[in-house]
């Protein structure tokens, strides 16, 4: 199976609203309503931002948002911060206990 | 606190083999599916397998570039997690991640903080 398809890079200013997609089929994404977003700072491991396409884990800041349409998964941040600066990741469940990564989104703040 | 700590990692040359261990803590280790994870150099994340929990019977899942060469295994009494990797390639360098699953089965919810695996000649 090849890899969820997100886009390389996306930047914003501080205080803006930025999305990152991650497009996948109906053998996952559009077939399942569990999408997760992982955060990755630099030689850091990752950390779980959303999960079930919209929720969010305990701890994790309200500016994280995330939804999905069709086989289109999004994840939103708003009010960009700083500390936002990292990779980020979706993935997919797509069926027999398996799951499936995107290729990552580096987002730079300006 | 959920903690995972993986252990194992080095310089293996091709062909060879490695175990890595992952130590556990902060849970019901029992209670919990468990995946691996690889970051290879600069690259993205992959998924590499599963151990399901006690209640399905420790059942494992592959991704297909590692099925028939590497082995997830659990031992709920010591509350540790292990990947046996033989028939070691190049590709397979990587920073390789102890995960936990969530609830459902469905998303990683913990990750440790990796162990680097070199395969290289």
């Known amino acids: 199976q090849s890899a969820l398809t997100q886009p390389a890079s996306v930047s914003g200013s501080p205080g803006q609203s930025i999305t990152i997609s991650c497009t996948g089929t109906?053998?996952?994404?559009?077939?399942?309503?569990?999408v997760s977003w992982y955060q990755q700072q630099p030689g850091k491991a990752p950390v779980l931002m959303i999960y079930?396409?919209?929720e969010r884990p305990s701890g994790v800041s309200d500016r994280f948002s995330g939804s999905k349409s069709g086989s289109t998964a999004s994840l939103t941040i708003s009010g960009l911060q700083a500390e936002d600066e990292a990779d980020y990741y979706c993935n997919s469940y797509t069926g027999i206990s398996t799951l499936l990564f995107g290729g990552g989104t580096k987002l730079t703040v300006l | 606190e959920v903690q995972l700590v993986e252990s194992g990692g080095g310089l293996v040359q091709p062909g060879g083999s490695l175990r890595l261990s992952c130590a556990a803590s902060g849970f019901i280790f029992s209670d919990r599916y468990m995946d691996w994870v690889r970051q290879a150099p600069g690259k993205g994340l992959e998924w590499v397998g599963r151990?399901?929990?006690?209640?399905?019977?420790?059942?494992?899942e592959y991704a297909a570039s590692v099925k028939g060469r590497f082995t997830v295994s659990r031992d709920d009494s010591q509350n540790s997690l292990y990947l046996q990797m033989n028939s070691l390639k190049t590709d397979d360098t990587a920073v390789y991640y102890c995960?936990?699953?969530?609830?459902?089965?469905?998303?990683?919810?913990?990750w440790g903080q990796g162990t680097l695996v070199t395969v290289s000649s």
């Open positions: 109906s053998s996952d994404v559009g077939g399942y309503n569990y």
């Open positions: 995960t936990r699953v969530g609830m459902s089965g469905r998303y990683i919810d913990y």
């Open positions: 151990t399901r929990n006690k209640a399905n019977s420790h059942t494992t």
């Open positions: 079930n396409v919209n």
